[in-house]
Nanobody, 121 residues
Framework: QVQLVESGGGSVQAGGSLMLSCAAS????????MAWFRQAPGKEREGVAR???????YYADSVKGRFTISQDNRKKMVYLQMNSLKPEDTAMYYC???????????????WGQGTQVTVSS
């Protein structure tokens, strides 16, 4: 069972930056794909960024050019660097893992507990 623990959330003003971290209990075939999702109050959970085999990265249009996903296999960590934050980025951010990448929430069997990001205008 893969365990994921997020950290690094907080409150920032618009235009600021945050880096989220996700510590994984293992990096195996079960974690070939590591992803960040977010869920704002009253909205569905949506994909933000994902990385496959530590190299192939994908970003949602809403964060492209502002967010960067990266992975450190030695430390079993995945990061989400978030720059130029906007109020609409406010959400609970979740780290997720799966054998294969997908844009669909239900394709990811492993989830962290989430970390809150709040961006004020």
């Amino acid at each position: 069972q893969v365990q994921l623990v997020e950290s690094g959330g907080g409150s920032v003003q618009a235009g600021g930056s945050l880096m989220l971290s996700c510590a994984a209990s293992e990096f195996t075939v079960n974690t070939n794909c590591m992803a960040w999702f977010r869920q704002a109050p009253g909205k569905e959970r949506e994909g933000v960024a994902r990385i496959y085999a530590s190299s192939d990265a994908y970003y949602a249009d809403s964060v492209k050019g502002r967010f960067t996903i990266s992975q450190d296999n030695r430390k079993k960590m995945v990061y989400l660097q978030m720059n130029s934050l906007k109020p609409e980025d406010t959400a609970m951010y979740y780290c997720a893992a799966a054998r294969l990448c997908s844009e669909y929430v239900n394709h990811f069997p492993y989830w962290g507990q989430g970390t809150q990001v709040t961006v004020s205008s």
